[in-house]
């Protein structure tokens, strides 16, 4: 089990310092598209959308890096008042009630729209670029089902803090 946990910690950290690199090429972007636009009077038709796909790449796969370092925004006005065993439970409780049950409906929404988007050959419509759907949505999925991965690594380790009283290695 401590192998499966680690494997999927390390899935997140190497995929956390990957999309780093996306920021960079977002910073980019959007700096190219502001000189050709302010500086030469030549806007490009396709930095909305490169810029759109990789701020989606960054949230999304991002995702697990941060729920790996518990940096998700959480409502703690009661939370951080209970003592760890108490906090362990809610996180349980709330896992099994709500985190789950979304990630399980955003990833099957996330396949079936990857699915749909490479057999129809769908593409985006936000400019006049028309680049195709199939890859952002994969990314969309891949993203989800590392995020529920990640989820299941917590998970284990809740569970093995309430049931041992002590954290999971």
């Known amino acids: 089990m401590r192998t499966i946990v680690r ?3 390390s899935i ?10 996306a920021c960079v090429a977002l910073v980019g ?23 759109s796909m990789l701020g989606v790449t960054i949230v999304i796969l991002g995702a697990a890096y941060t729920h ?21 439970i809610i996180d349980i409780v709330f896992a ?5 049950p979304l990630l399980i409906t955003l990833t099957y929404a996330a ?14 419509i936000g400019t006049i670029w028309y680049p195709p759907a199939g890859p952002i949505r994969t990314v969309m999925f891949l993203g989800l089902f590392l995020l ?5 690594a917590q998970f284990i380790r809740d569970l093995y803090l309430l049931i041992r ?3 999971y290695d």
Do not use: C
């Not at 997140?12 to 690199?21: A, F, H, M, P």
């Not at 972007?29 to 810029?51: G, K």
């Not at 099994?96 to 789950?100: D, E, I, P």
């Not at 529920?148 to 299941?152: E, I, K, P």
């Open 29 to 51: 972007v959007l700096v190219y598209e502001v000189i050709m636009r302010y500086a030469f009077s030549a806007p490009t038709i396709w930095s909305y959308e490169l810029s």
């Open 96 to 100: 099994l009630l709500l985190f789950f």
């Open 7 to 9: 494997l999927i910690d």
């Open 165 to 167: 009283n002590k954290p």
């Open 148 to 152: 529920a991965l990640q989820g299941v």
């Open 68 to 88: 790996r370092h518990h940096g998700h925004v959480r409502v703690d006005v009661f939370y951080t008042r209970f003592p760890p065993k108490w906090k362990t």
């Open 12 to 21: 997140s950290e190497y995929t956390g310092k990957v999309v780093r690199w």
């Open 111 to 124: 396949a079936s729209g990857m699915r749909h988007s490479w057999a129809a050959g769908e593409v985006l």
